[in-house]
């Protein structure tokens, strides 16, 4: 089994920044971000392979997330920044073992915490 807990949202206003966390026990060979705003689809936001440390994001969040990992803390963040007021919703982490992982968004992932809300509001 995978625990996730999340951590590090809130609010702010557009143009700024926040770092969410994922603490994660157990074994992962993926990790990753998705979101979900009311009345909206799910988005996977961004994802890694723990191993090599390939990364991909959504084209709505490139050059403004970035998705990293503490492997020696077993930490998953993701830094936001340049937030815009459609970043709004609330954020997942998400993750998976093995083959599991291949060709599937961080939407798909068997393992995933309770969420973190990121508010992103003038």
């Known amino acids: 089994q995978v625990q996730l807990v999340e951590s590090g949202g809130g609010s702010v206003q557009p143009g700024g920044s926040l770092r969410l966390s994922c603490a994660a026990s157990g074994y992962t060979y993926c990790m990753g971000w998705f979101r979900q705003a009311p009345g909206k689809e799910r988005e996977g936001v961004a994802r890694i392979y723990t191993g090599s440390g390939y990364t991909n994001y959504a084209d709505s969040v490139k050059g403004r997330f970035t998705i990293s990992q503490d492997n020696a803390k077993n930490t998953l963040y993701l830094q936001m920044n340049s937030l815009k007021p459609e970043d709004s919703a609330m954020y997942y982490c998400?993750?998976?073992?093995?083959?599991?992982?291949?060709?599937?968004?961080?939407?798909?992932?068997?393992?995933r915490g309770q969420g973190t809300q990121v508010t992103v509001s003038s």
């Open positions: 998400a993750a998976d073992r093995g083959s599991a992982c291949y060709g599937r968004s961080s939407i798909d992932y068997n393992y």
